[in-house]
């Protein structure tokens, strides 16, 4: 139990040095590639999913998913945005994703790393069953710590409970 408590501590304290920081929401970004001969575009949608692509695929699409309170069932529009990605995918085999879970700040740190992280391994799971490689996917818990909607009411949490994707070429 020690162990336990002295881990949750150890979480809390590193989570809330890091600060709440929004993830950017703007126009695409041209950085060189590491081999300096062609560039790539990241591009963060107005759904929220960074892209980077080589290419000029459009993945505008690939909108941030939602989920009702202290749950991380997929609904039937989120079944059909992870079964649009596993396609997108099997075009793209070099291409990997990271999956992120978001939670309203209703919750302790603690639960809410944890329901992110449920949520993120749903929508990963899901993906793997339709039959992409789960090497290519990595499933991450940001908990309540990376709000897109400011307010405490149910407007907000709403918004703030969520699934965004981060897909690199």
């Known amino acids: 139990m020690r162990s336990f408590c002295a881990v949750a501590l150890a979480l809390s304290f590193a989570i809330g040095c890091g600060g709440k920081s929004k993830k950017p929401h703007g126009p ?9 001969t062609s560039t790539s575009q990241t591009t963060a949608t107005p759904g929220g999913a960074t892209v980077t ?4 695929d459009d993945l505008s699409w690939l909108a941030p ?9 997929l609904v039937p529009q989120t079944r059909d945005t992870l079964a649009r990605l596993h396609d997108w995918l099997s075009a793209h085999p070099k291409a990997t ?3 992120e879970g978001h939670c309203d700040e209703q919750g302790t740190t603690e639960y809410n790393i944890g329901l992110g992280q449920r949520r993120a391994q749903a929508m990963t799971d899901y993906l793997v069953r339709l039959g992409t490689n ?11 710590e990376r709000p897109v909607a400011d307010g405490h ?15 690199r070429k």
């Not at 692509?53 to 000029?56: I, L, Q, T, V, Y």
């Open 97 to 99: 994703i990271t999956i």
């Open 153 to 167: 009411d149910e407007v907000a949490w709403s918004k703030n409970r969520r699934g965004e994707f981060s897909v």
């Open 53 to 56: 692509s080589n290419d000029g």
């Open 65 to 73: 998913v939602y989920f009702a309170f202290d749950s991380s069932d």
């Open 28 to 36: 695409a970004i041209d950085e060189p590639s590491r081999a300096g």
């Open 134 to 144: 789960s090497n290519r996917v990595s499933p991450v818990s940001y908990g309540a």
